[in-house]
């Protein structure tokens, strides 16, 4: 078993388990992690998901120890990494990418591919990619230009560079940073915020949001229209409105 689950208070936390080789994918792991995701999503207690590793790192991307010959290199990365990361995009759950250590070539991109990204001060970043003579894939190509613009993601794609947490934070490429020695502690107590926070508006919030990344304008706002009004249908709105109105906190969830 590659990916380990529990599950506290609204939030299934998968923790990626090979600390001795970083944890290093396969196309197996990779496909067990998809299938991890897929099943949180299908999980009623679930509200929010956290993708973490043990140990000293996040994620190390494809193992170069068991790379396989060239085979059928397109298609086996269309059925593994790109069913994983296009199933963190298109849940209805926000996923939680939480990067405790070192996050390298497709790890890295994993760690970009989260709705929001938390790094521990020990996290490293590098789109390792072109020191094996690659190119950024698992998404990387199209999230890494839209986190920090295209020059930025071309010169880190290029030269495979290490980022610390500080500049990973100052680049965009992670919304908070958080104290290393209390890392697991502060990412269970962050995503129990989101967990508390509208289920059903935060999955159209991401669908709408997921969705606009691609749309032109007038499709967007049409988008919205229609989200906005299953979102009006949904207990939780009620809630929210009637809590402001009495002047009380909203208990979301309970509709
Ligand atoms: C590893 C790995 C690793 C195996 C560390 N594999 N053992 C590719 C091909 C096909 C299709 C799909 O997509 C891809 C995408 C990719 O992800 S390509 C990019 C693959 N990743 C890399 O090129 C990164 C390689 N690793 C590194 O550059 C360094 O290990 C980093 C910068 C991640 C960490 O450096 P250090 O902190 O100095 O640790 P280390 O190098 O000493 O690693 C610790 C152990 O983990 C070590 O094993 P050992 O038995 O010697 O203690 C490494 O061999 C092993 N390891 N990454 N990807």
């Known amino acids: 078993m590659f990916v380990l689950q529990t599950f506290k208070n609204g ?42 590793g043990a140990g000293r790192g996040f994620c190390a991307g494809q193992d170069l120890s068991a790379m396989g010959g060239p085979g059928n290199v397109e298609e086996t990365i269309q059925k593994t990494y790109n069913r994983l990361i296009l199933a963190i995009a298109n849940g209805d759950k926000p996923v939680v990418t939480a990067v405790n250590g070192i996050a390298a070539g497709a790890g890295a991109n994993l760690a970009l591919a989260g709705d929001i990204r938390v790094w521990s001060s020990a996290a490293r970043f590098t789109e390792a990619f072109s020191s094996i003579a690659l190119i950024p894939d698992a998404g990387g190509t199209w999230s890494l230009p839209r986190a920090v613009g295209y020059h930025k993601a071309f010169e880190l794609a290029a030269l495979a560079e ?49 969705r606009g990344q691609t749309l032109r304008l007038e499709e967007s706002l049409a988008l919205e229209a229609r989200l906005q009004a299953q979102a009006f249908e949904d207990p939780d709105h009620s809630e929210g409105v009637a809590a402001f109105l009495e002047k009380r906190v909203a208990v979301f969830g309970s509709g």
């Open 11 to 52: 939030v299934l936390t998968l923790t990626l388990n090979r600390p001795e080789k970083l944890n290093a994918l396969t196309f197996e792991r990779v496909l067990e992690l998809a299938q991890a995701v897929e099943e949180g999503y299908a999980n009623p207690h679930a509200r929010v998901l956290v993708l973490t």
């Open 162 to 210: 290490v980022l610390d947490a500080k500049m990973g934070l100052e680049l965009g490429l992670c919304e908070r940073v958080f104290a290393a020695e209390n890392f697991a502690l502060e990412v269970q107590a962050y995503a129990e915020k989101i967990a508390a926070r509208p289920a059903n508006a935060l999955t159209l919030t991401k669908r709408a949001m997921r």
